[in-house]
């Protein structure tokens, strides 16, 4: 069973940071892509940024240059660095794989105030 729990959300001002974990189980990191996705309110899920096997990393352009993906195979968890947040990046933060895409988790708040 794939399980991901995503973890370190919060509320904080534009221009401030945070560091999103996905916690995984039932998977080892280092042999699958992750990504990340986002839900903001009244709008669809999108994609955020993803790792893939050979550490390669992809990012929708709204969050180039402010966000890093990262993978830790050692603790089985993936990060998402995210700085400079504006506002517009307010949304439920989600982590699960790309390809073949397990249950949705409950993902994890994020909020930037202005």
């Known amino acids: 069973q794939v399980q991901l729990v995503e973890s370190g959300g919060g509320l904080v001002q534009a221009g401030g940071s945070l560091r999103l974990s996905c916690v995984t189980s039932?998977?080892?990191?280092?042999?699958?892509?992750i990504a990340w996705y986002r839900q903001a309110p009244g709008k669809q899920r999108e994609f955020v940024a993803t790792?893939?096997?050979?550490?390669?990393?992809y990012y929708v352009d709204s969050v180039k240059g402010r966000f890093a993906i990262s993978r830790d195979n050692a603790k089985n968890t993936v990060y998402l660095q995210m700085n400079s947040l504006k506002p517009e990046d307010t949304a439920v933060y989600y982590c699960?794989?790309?390809?073949?895409?397990?249950?949705w988790g409950q993902g994890t708040q994020v909020t930037v105030s202005s």
């Open positions: 039932g998977i080892t990191v280092r042999a699958k892509a």
């Open positions: 790792i893939s096997t050979d550490s390669k990393t």
């Open positions: 699960n794989l790309p390809v073949g895409p397990s249950n």
